[in-house]
């Protein structure tokens, strides 16, 4: 059977509108991605403080005093500069945090320590951050190894 209708072109579509979709779709995506990184690595920071540890506390505290103890002789022999000595007593502090507690604080910056509802650590470390990074070291180092062995000592 013969018709006289003639089939017409399929229709076709535009491809710069399916572009512009999936340009759209990655853009929506890349931030969805970003935003959860950035929400698990606050959730990571921002862990409670265990209530009970059952390490031994008096030989960690004293394992720490004693690195006190040698960088304040090294400091007083001139073997390391005021910058060298605030940078090894935030050391010795975020180490002895970290003992006690398993809160990384040694890969924490200022902000961070800050969330962690640590006043005193945030307070020393605040304290030692212009001595360890501006670009002449001024700072009262008896005052700040005696406040840091305080704080160690008064530890719970």
Not at 98 to 119: A, G, M, R, S, W
Not at 120 to 126: A, N, P, Q, W
Request: glycine share 0%; proline share 4%.
């Amino acid at each position: 059977m013969q018709t006289s209708i003639n089939l017409q072109e399929p229709f076709t579509y535009s491809i710069i509108p399916l572009v512009f979709l999936v340009i759209i779709i990655m853009i929506l995506i890349y931030f969805l991605l970003k935003n959860r990184k950035i929400v698990t690595v606050e959730k990571e920071i921002v862990k409670e403080i265990p209530e009970k540890n059952i390490k031994n506390i008096p030989v960690i505290k004293n394992k720490y005093l004693k690195q006190l103890d040698k960088i304040n002789k090294e400091f007083k022999e001139n073997l390391i500069t005021l910058r060298e000595a605030y940078q090894s007593i935030s050391e010795v502090i975020r180490l002895f945090v970290f003992e006690v507690t398993d809160i990384t604080t040694q890969n924490y910056t200022l902000t961070e320590i800050k969330k962690l509802d640590l006043p005193v650590i945030y307070e020393l470390i605040e304290e030692y951050y212009e001595p360890e990074f501006a670009s002449k070291s001024i700072g009262d180092f008896d005052a700040s190894i005696n406040k840091t062995r305080r704080i160690i000592n008064e530890w719970n």
